[in-house]
């Protein structure tokens, strides 16, 4: 076989050779700073924390995801193939990490990395912006934030045709009332939360707790009693038939 035969073999080969070699990285769930903390048919969420100068190992997302940053930190995140990506990200930024994806993120700063890790089980579908810019290169499309009576205030970030996702903010003393939900949502609470009240497990609360509420479930009240203003991250699903 001469040289030319040679390279042309191994083109043909290499695509075989990459998806081999792409099979063989460990998904999400095997990455060991994420934790499973809540499983259902519609979400698996992960509690991520990484120290400074530590790294979140190479891994593959099998499903599109949410991550919810609670920390300011830089990072580098790393791809095969492609030139490292130094980001400053921030407490409250959402990141859409979809199927597929394949990366390793190394901290840089001295602040540890922590963030809530949401997998989206249905395929979603015609992803949109809202008041987030989550995906880079579309526009937001961002109504005027929604106020009510009890004390918050919510605005859309984020939506697909089978999630969507609200930024809830509850001013210092005031309340937030959660009605029975139509649809299942997921409450992941970005703030902390000391000397919080109500008939709600939403009570004593740290950055990176959560709430799962089925459709249907009871009326909860929760009150900030804290002198600062508490965020929510509020995830609603539409399309119970589409999850796997």
Known sequence: MNSRQVLIAAALCFPVTC?????????????????????????NV???????????????????????????????????????LHQNVTNGQLRLQTAGYVHSTYIDGDTPYRNVTVELLATQRSPQNLCATIIAAQPTHCPPPKPNPDGRTEQPQFQTDQTGITLIRISPGQSLTLDAPARPQLLVILDEAE??????????????????RDANSAVQVFRNASPSEVRVVAFTFKDEKSAK
Do not use: C
Request: aromatic fraction near 4%; proline fraction near 6%.
């Open 195 to 212: 000397g919080a009240t109500g008939n709600s497990s939403l009570t004593s609360l740290r950055a990176g707790d959560f709430l799962w």
């Open 46 to 84: 992960y509690s991520v924390e990484v120290q400074p100068h530590d790294s979140v190992q190479l891994h593959r997302h099998e499903a599109d995801g949410i991550g919810i940053m609670l920390s300011n930190s830089e990072i580098t995140v790393r791809a095969p193939g492609k030139s490292d």
């Open 19 to 43: 998806r081999a070699q792409e099979t063989n990285i460990p998904p999400l769930k095997s990455e060991p700073h994420h934790h499973l903390v809540l499983h259902n048919s519609y979400v």
